[in-house]
């Protein structure tokens, strides 16, 4: 057990408490899908940042099934935009970065390096085709939404999307590798102006129920 990092965290804990309201402005109430860019670039840092942070965020085994194509030249954006659908063409050519999130079906190959605290794991995927993919898309979608998150963190403004042949997207970009395509996300700074008015949510009470 890393007690140091856990007595870090207790420790950050006690003297914030939590995070500010801003903060939670930031990365919840007041963030929104966006669909307009103001220009400015996304950093080749930002993105490896962004990554970084949200392969921090639990999975299973500490599988780590997430895999990213950042799509961002002129000639990447090309190969891309046969993909997509009318709607989410214009908003994806013009934003400067746009993450393929994927899912590697096989994780497993890595679980002996990323989970040595129980070498039988391996074992539970190889030869498991349909537990394998069901784990990694479970896995591999919730690192993604870290990586919102982390994306929202660090100053840019997401706008995860489906609406694309994942067909396409896959024999672009992927070159036999044994990853599936999941969705979509363009990066940037957002433009504003551009935004849509947020779409009501349910309460808790629609939501939940505790026992």
Same mark, same amino acid.
């Given at each position: 057990?890393?007690?140091?990092?856990?007595?870090?965290?207790?420790?950050?804990?006690?003297?914030?408490?939590?995070?500010?309201?801003d903060?939670?402005?930031?990365?919840?109430?007041?963030?929104r899908?966006?669909?307009?860019?103001?220009?400015?670039?996304?950093?080749d840092?930002?993105?490896?940042?962004?990554?970084?942070?949200?392969?921090?965020?639990?999975?299973?085994?500490?599988?780590?099934?997430?895999?990213?194509?950042?799509?961002?030249?002129?000639?990447?954006?090309?190969?891309?935009?046969?993909?997509?659908?009318?709607?989410?063409? @214009?908003?994806?050519?013009?934003?400067p970065?746009?993450?393929?999130?994927?899912f590697?079906? @096989?994780?497993?190959?890595?679980?002996? @390096?990323?989970?040595?605290?129980?070498?039988?794991?391996?074992g539970?995927?190889?030869?498991?085709?349909?537990?394998?993919?069901?784990?990694?898309?479970?896995?591999?979608?919730?690192?993604?939404?870290?990586?919102?998150?982390?994306a929202?963190?660090? =100053?840019?403004?997401?706008?995860?999307?489906? =609406?694309?042949?994942?067909?396409?997207?896959?024999?672009?970009?992927?070159?036999?590798?044994?990853? @599936?395509?999941?969705?979509?996300?363009?990066l940037?700074?957002?433009?504003?102006?551009?935004?849509?008015p947020?779409?009501p949510?349910?309460?808790?009470?629609?939501?939940?129920?505790?026992?």
């Open positions: 057990m890393d007690e140091s990092a856990a007595a870090a965290v207790r420790n950050m804990r006690q003297r914030l408490g939590e995070i500010a309201p903060g939670l402005d930031l990365l919840f109430r007041d963030a899908t966006h669909y307009g860019w103001d220009g400015r670039p996304v950093t840092a930002t993105l490896q940042q962004a990554l970084a942070l949200a392969a921090m965020g639990p999975t299973a085994f500490n599988q780590q099934p997430l895999r990213v194509i950042f799509v961002r030249s002129p000639a990447a954006k090309a190969r891309l935009a046969p993909a997509l659908s009318a709607g989410n063409l @214009e908003k994806t050519m013009a934003a970065a746009t993450a393929i999130i994927c590697d079906l @096989e994780f497993w190959r890595n679980l002996p @390096e990323l989970f040595p605290a129980f070498p039988a794991a391996q539970i995927f190889e030869g498991n085709p349909d537990g394998a993919r069901a784990s990694a898309q479970r896995n591999g979608t919730l690192q993604a939404g870290y990586f919102i998150l982390a929202r963190a660090l =100053g840019l403004d997401c706008g995860p999307m489906s =609406g694309f042949d994942a067909a396409k997207v896959a024999a672009a970009f992927l070159d036999g590798r044994p990853w @599936e395509v999941n969705f979509l996300i363009n940037g700074h957002g433009d504003p102006a551009q935004v849509q947020r779409g949510r349910l309460n808790f009470a629609r939501m939940a129920q505790i026992l």
